[in-house]
């Protein structure tokens, strides 16, 4: 496991904790490690194999952050293999002092922990004789079991996380598009999921099922009526979305119901008999989430497709 992978970087240390406790001085190693303690933990040491939870920071000669992880929201993991922690003056010797609950301030050789730790070239910016401050704190100490244990517990935090923030935007979404369809004097219809759909021409063939491919025509917006693609040569020179590789003789197809599309289209083209047109407001839930698409459709983006289903295979 590469160790600058698992460095992630910071412990808020306020200035009242590092003057009431630990050590005053600096201590320097053989290496030329600088080191102080200002908290002292329980002293349980990492064993071979053990993850180790950090919290650390960087800053450079002037006291600037260099880099930081306290926008994780928690502790991050370091997998403590004896081999790999030398005394070499740099972090990996840093590693090797800590014990569980333990805060310390290093000061490192700048060249020293970019070529050795950080595996990086120094930037221009820093002095290959200059300090860069490390701070440094244990917040647990783990045997393989107990992390595992740990990790399965944070992902479905952070999975129920993601679920109450996609609640709250289907929410704010679906009321800015009724809003919209309101002030625009649109009717639409609805899904249980949130969808709004206006079938503006209907055919008269079958409604697709799941697994069938289906062909379709389309033109998609945003709400405020930027246009990002198109399967129309037309609409697409007249959005400025003309792409020449494109082959706009030949409609957009896809299994429905695979999940090969965004949810949006999964759910509103299987509403569409063959020979249906619609347009289709999709919260952005259904469609690119927090993600967003390319340069256009930004995180949490509404959107707005003119469909046609063409065909049904």
């Known amino acids: 496991m590469n160790i600058v992978k ?11 904790v590092l003057t009431a406790c630990g050590q005053k001085d600096f201590v320097t190693t053989e290496s030329g ?31 600037n952050k260099m880099y930081s992880s306290v926008d994780n929201g928690a502790p991050l993991p370091l997998n403590y293999v004896d081999s790999m922690f030398i005394n070499n003056g740099s972090l990996e010797e840093g590693f090797k002092l800590c014990g569980k609950g333990d805060s310390l ?15 990086r070239s120094l930037p221009d910016s820093i002095d ?3 300090k860069i401050t490390v701070d440094l704190g244990v917040a647990n100490v783990m045997t393989s079991d107990e992390f595992k244990t740990y990790r399965m517990e944070e992902m479905k935090k952070a999975q129920e996380r993601a679920m109450q923030a996609a609640e709250k935007q289907l929410a704010d979404d679906i009321k800015t598009i009724d809003d919209y369809l309101k002030e625009n004097g649109i009717e639409a219809d609805t899904t249980a999921e949130g969808l709004r759909y206006v079938i503006t021409e ?18 998609g917006k945003l709400l405020d009526g930027t246009m990002f693609d198109s399967s129309i040569e037309e609409d697409a020179k007249e959005g400025g979305v003309y792409r020449e590789q494109r082959d706009y003789s030949k409609p957009f ?6 999940g090969r599309v965004i949810k949006g289209w999964d759910l509103g083209i299987a509403l569409l008999n063959k020979g249906s ?18 340069g256009v459709i930004k995180p949490n983006s509404i959107l707005v497709f003119d469909v046609e289903l063409v065909d049904i295979k």
């Open 6 to 16: 698992q460095m992630v970087f910071i412990l808020a240390v306020s200035a009242t």
């Open 33 to 63: 490690l600088e080191y102080k303690k200002v908290v002292n933990g329980s002293g349980e040491k990492p064993k071979d194999g053990d993850f180790v939870l950090i919290n650390i920071a960087y800053f450079d000669p002037n006291g």
């Open 105 to 119: 301030v290093f000061k490192i050789n700048a060249k020293t922990l970019f070529e050795k730790s950080l595996r």
């Open 128 to 130: 290959a004789d200059s």
């Open 202 to 219: 209907e055919g008269t063939g079958d409604k697709p099922e799941k697994g069938q491919t289906v062909v379709v025509n389309y033109t």
């Open 253 to 258: 197809e896809f299994p429905i119901g695979q």
């Open 277 to 294: 047109k619609a347009t289709l407001y999709i919260p952005s839930t259904l469609g690119y989430g927090p993600r967003g698409s390319g």
